[in-house]
């Protein structure tokens, strides 16, 4: 019933991410739980997408980890196999034996996506993410659309970049791949870092 960074990845940089989704909500926390994962507290301080989003993953029945690897990590493919991650930007995985959503991102590839009309996009490692954690979030409170996840998914994406000022993706269009987009990032923000956070017993972290 939480979300989680993994250890076992760059923790850093997907604590960073989280923190620039919040828009660097003063309120991130974060404890370490054991040598694999630290859990995120938060209760958010302002609404937006991102910080909307967050704190319903701190809420929601299911549990989150997230794992933030650098280009050339092999991650499973859904089929047996690997494939290198900055090819897919990210993936995220059906609750494993324990009820573990695992989502695992690519923090250091510049990726492009696609708006209605065609158009190259940015698709900032924040966005990646966020992307990524709309799946888990929808398979964590049960209503994953399994029959169209992506549409699913990029839908909740544009609510994210509608916020920071990205232009929209178009949900009917899942392609993408690496390369520059419309040279958009997410805007930094800067503020108390997640481990002055409520309830938050960590390291600070980060101005993102
Ligand atoms: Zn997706």
């Known amino acids: 019933m939480s979300l989680f960074i993994s250890r076992l990845a760059n923790d850093g940089a997907a604590l960073s991410d989280v923190f620039s989704i919040t828009r660097c909500d003063a309120n991130l926390g974060q404890n370490p739980v054991n040598s694999q994962v630290d859990r995120i507290a938060y209760t958010k301080t302002s609404s937006g997408a991102g910080q909307d989003?967050?704190?319903?993953?701190?809420?929601a029945a299911g549990d989150v980890v997230v794992s933030a690897f650098p280009a050339g990590s092999q991650i499973p493919d859904g089929s047996g196999g690997t494939v290198p991650i900055e090819l897919v930007g990210g993936a995220?995985?059906?609750?494993?034996?324990?009820?573990?959503?695992q989502v695992a991102y690519c923090f250091n590839n510049q990726m492009f996506a696609f708006a209605?009309?065609?158009?190259?996009?940015?698709?900032?490692?924040q966005v990646i993410l966020f992307h990524e954690l709309a799946h888990a979030f929808h398979r964590a409170i049960g209503d994953f659309n399994s029959a169209d996840p992506e549409f699913q998914a990029i839908t909740d994406e544009n609510t994210f970049r509608a916020q920071v000022g990205l232009a929209a993706r178009?949900?009917?269009?899942?392609?993408?791949?690496?390369?520059?987009?419309?040279?958009?990032q997410v805007p930094s923000c800067t503020g108390m870092p997640p481990g002055g956070g409520t309830g938050g017993t960590g390291p600070s972290c980060c101005n993102c």
């Open 116 to 125: 209605p009309g065609g158009a190259q996009i940015s698709l900032p490692r």
């Open 92 to 101: 995220t995985f059906p609750p494993d034996s324990a009820g573990l959503i």
């Open 170 to 184: 178009d949900p009917t269009n899942h392609n993408g791949g690496q390369g520059a987009g419309n040279g958009q």
């Open 53 to 59: 989003r967050i704190e319903a993953l701190v809420g």
